[in-house]
């Protein structure tokens, strides 16, 4: 999933989860910083689990809110509005690739010499990759 919000002088910026948690807030220490004096310096946080991301508020003094309920945890999904101070953070979908697409990589990699056996050991090592990864 990605977090898609807009800075106060216009500008669109995105954010995309992983498997590693986060941290969003004012501070300089936060991996989503978001320019807002309403937002604590740690605000809130989303981490996942089995599949799942799950926004958690850190003790933040004014609060997260979530298609404007507060939250204490939540498990956010596509179309979800986090709302940190006065900064709206939409969750979208990430685009996954199409068939037609993956198989153009595929093509294009085998033509650049890597072999059908190679390219299935680098799908099972990707996926065998830790969590926090």
């Known amino acids: 999933m990605i ?3 807009v800075l106060p002088d216009g500008e ?3 954010f995309e989860l992983g498997r590693k948690a986060i941290t969003i807030g004012r501070g300089a220490d936060a991996d989503v910083r978001l320019p807002d004096n309403l937002a ?3 605000h809130c946080g989303i981490s996942y689990k089995d599949g ?3 926004l958690r508020d850190c003790g933040s003094r004014n609060g997260t809110f979530v298609n ?3 939250i204490e945890v939540y498990r956010i999904n596509p179309g979800d509005r986090i709302r940190v101070g006065d900064m709206v953070l939409t969750v979208v979908a990430s685009p996954r690739k199409g068939t037609v697409t993956v198989l153009r990589e595929l093509k ?3 033509a650049k010499g890597k072999g059908y056996h190679t390219i299935l050991q680098e ?3 990707d996926e065998k990759k830790p969590d926090d990864q």
């Open 3 to 5: 977090l898609q919000y």
């Open 12 to 14: 669109q910026k995105e």
């Open 40 to 42: 604590s310096r740690i």
């Open 52 to 54: 799942n991301y799950f």
């Open 68 to 70: 404007d309920s507060s």
């Open 108 to 110: 294009d990699e085998m």
């Open 123 to 125: 799908i099972i090592r």
